[in-house]
């Protein structure tokens, strides 16, 4: 008898009904994220530091059918990622998935970046996945179901950059860390694993979609694929490793980049 069951199989890609906590909600990642575990029927706590971009989600999404709610907070900072799972907590009773896709960069050369800015990145990309994992994770081991941590990483993970020395070491960082989370979570069955992206279409990248551009052309030449992402392009690995099909996967970063590293 072949042991694959059948409940599983038919249902290994389901997060409905389960609780997820989205960071960086209001940026497009985030914001696609969140729309599509809200869609699959997940409730989704969307978090930011902008409250008037959240709130005009909250208002789009629940026109749409979606369960969601939403509070503001700096996901580098501790007391609000503490409430902010606090409040999915009172709202939806417990946390099962937290998806990090919050971001920022400032890109300089060395010679130009102080060392406060390029501490900005690193606060920005690294301790705070630190900060919410660490939120993320505390609650779930107290509810003792397991749970799920999805972290946007970056393909600037695993190659340096001009100007990158913050992003690039945060990124590099983040992978690095989660396998360590990974090690430390496993007994408790908490997965966490990264996404690591090239290029996504958000206000920031719009430009490099110009098939004029030298940067759209040098990019084609590494992508299989035959162009570069779209937000809907993203929600698959992440809702793949929010689901109960990634449950034997834990430490690892998965490439979205439309085969990137192929060629
Ligand atoms: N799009 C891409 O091509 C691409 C490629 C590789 C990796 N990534 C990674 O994917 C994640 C999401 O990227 P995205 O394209 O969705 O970016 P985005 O559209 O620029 O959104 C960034 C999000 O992060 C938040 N944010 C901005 N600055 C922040 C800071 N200093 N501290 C904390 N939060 C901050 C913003 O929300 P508030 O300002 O409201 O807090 C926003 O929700 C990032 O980690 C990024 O590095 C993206």
Known sequence: MIKVEKNFAQGMFSIKGKVALVTGATGALGGAVSKAYGYQGAKVVMTARNTEKLKALESEFKAEGIDCAVITGDPAVEADMKKAVEFAVKTYGELNILTVCHGFNAPKGILEQSVEEWQKIMDADLKSVYVVCKAAAEQMVAQNKGGKLVVTSSARSKMGMKGYTGYCASKGGCDLMIQSMASDLAPYHINVNTINPTVFRSDLTE?????????????????????????????????????????????????????YWAC
Do not use: C
Not at 207 to 213: I, N
Not at 226 to 243: H, I, P
């Open 207 to 259: 430009w490099m979609f110009d098939p004029e551009s030298a940067v759209y052309q040098n990019f084609l030449k590494r992508l299989p694929i035959g162009r570069l992402g779209e937000v809907q392009d993203f929600v698959g690995l992440a809702t793949f490793l929010a689901s109960p099909a990634s449950d034997f996967l834990t430490g690892g970063n998965y490439d979205a980049t439309g085969g």
